[in-house]
């Protein structure tokens, strides 16, 4: 007999275990459908596990940089399994988090291989039968093969198998420098690695800003890595001491090469096969399934959000779609979602951090602006913590001040970025922030000079 519910989710992810969370808060019975661990792959093989690991390299880095700092260090080293074994600790713990949040918030968490039977009905394992007044497909996304070449965990590896290495890499390639390929490369070149970063397009990070990314290929250059841009790579042939791959670059000459390890990051692909998408003629496109902003899809009663439902793919991307799909279901007033206010963070050594419009996508959109940048070496926390290299740069519509974007690059300013997301969410105009009152002394002061720089007032530089 089939259980009924207020809502289904398909997929426990942050989009999925969000949205169940809310769900309940506004009183529905919900159940969540989870075929490997709660959390998906943002809390267990992404988001997380992976910043414990840049963690770790990042401390290895100011050890082996002590010098610097007036201290000293005999002979630094690290331990590549402890290191790992410390990532896949902190993924447990939030595991164990987020099966704590569904208890809590009476969720009824169901595992198992969930498919649609119907729009509003999901079938677990081919018996366990769950009705609901909606369902919302939450299934994510997983990393995508470089063709003719399956990732075999031994020598060429996926985000997942780069962040349980069976052997520390010494010669590394990493096809691919969005966030992941990005991240991956701080982390292994920091611990040792000789890295070298292929992308096919012609700068690295290229979803960022035009300065960003010149920047950030420099700044890698200067710590060892080789990066190749407008490069492809073909025939990558793994055997039993390395891999072979062929890199053909600007000058369409190709160079067969030599690595012990290969990191495919060159995106991402949706899992919408298998979950019975095609018996209810739900609409895709390339992959991914298509919503109207508010999670809802062309079948009645069905919704989806996340990866799952295209660009950006973003865990907090999911997590508000989720908020905004639940309480749209609700019959509350809600905005539908802005994906030109959601932040992008990459959590390399320098950090890079951004939201909205790049310089050259707001002229190219019509926009007259103002741009102004501040460099780290103007900031006097940034020379006192010895990390003086990087900018802060805003885009501005001359006409009303609007804030278009914000782009940076330098150390934490992940942790940054936040304030000029909550600027354009409030539709803050230059005069709001140029009266701002920034603490001192803090990094964040560089974002107010950023803005005074755009208009002729820059204090410190």
């Not at 988001?47 to 414990?52: F, G």
């Amino acid at each position: 007999m089939a259980e009924s519910f207020d809502l289904v989710i398909l997929g426990s992810g942050p989009g999925g275990y969000v949205a169940a969370i809310r769900a309940s808060q506004l009183r529905m019975k919900v159940a969540i459908v989870e075929r490997e661990k709660l959390g998906g792959i943002c809390l267990n093989w992404g988001c997380i596990p992976t910043k414990a690991l840049l963690r770790s390299s990042e401390i290895y880095h100011y050890i082996t940089h002590a010098s610097a700092y007036g201290l000293s260090v005999e002979k630094p080293s690290f331990d590549l399994a402890k290191v790992t074994e410390r990532s896949r600790k902190v993924a447990g713990q939030l595991n164990s988090g987020v099966k704590g949040l569904m208890k809590k918030n009476k969720v009824t968490v169901v595992e198992g291989n969930g498919v649609l039977t119907g729009a509003t009905q999901i079938t677990v394992d081919g018996s366990r039968v769950l009705d609901g007044r909606h369902v919302i497909v939450a299934t994510g996304a997983r990393a995508r093969d470089l063709p003719g070449v399956k990732a075999d965990g031994d020598r060429v590896w996926t985000y997942r198998h780069a962040m349980v290495p069976p052997a520390m890499p010494t010669k590394l390639l990493v096809i691919g420098s969005g966030a992941i390929g990005i991240e991956f490369a701080s982390f292994y070149s920091d611990t040792g690695a000789e890295v070298t970063v292929v992308e096919m397009l012609d700068r690295i990070l290229p979803v960022e800003d035009a300065d960003v990314s010149a920047f950030m290929e420099k700044a890698l250059a200067k710590q060892g890595m080789r990066i190749l841009t407008g490069a492809k790579v073909s025939d990558v042939t793994p055997g039993k001491d390395g891999v072979s791959a062929t890199i053909t670059g600007k000058d369409g000459k190709p160079e067969t090469l030599q690595y012990s390890h290969v990191i495919v990051a060159i995106g991402i692909v949706p899992n919408t096969e298998g979950i019975g998408l095609e018996a209810l003629g739900v609409a895709t496109d390339r992959g991914h399934i298509v919503n109207d902003g508010y999670g809802r899809t062309n079948v009645e009663g069905l919704w989806a959000i996340g990866d799952v439902a295209g660009a950006p793919w973003l865990a907090h991307k999911a997590s508000h779609e989720g908020i905004i799909a639940v309480e749209t279901i609700a019959g509350q007033h809600v905005h539908p979602m802005d994906k030109a206010g959601i932040p992008g963070c990459t959590y390399s050594r320098p950090q890079v951090a951004s939201v909205g419009m790049t310089e050259a996508l707001a002229i190219e959109a019509g926009h007259e602006v103002k741009v102004g940048k501040f460099p780290f070496i103007g900031n006097g926390k940034a020379i006192a913590l010895g990390e003086a290299e990087g900018f802060v740069k805003t885009v501005f519509d001359a006409g009303t001040g609007a804030l278009l974007g914000a782009h940076m690059v330098g150390a934490e300013v992940t942790e940054l970025i936040q304030g000029y997301v909550i600027a354009r969410q409030l539709e803050t105009t230059e005069a709001e922030l140029m009266h701002t009152v920034f603490p001192h002394p803090t990094l964040s002061e560089m974002m107010h000079e950023s803005v005074l720089d755009a208009y002729g007032r820059a204090l410190h530089y």
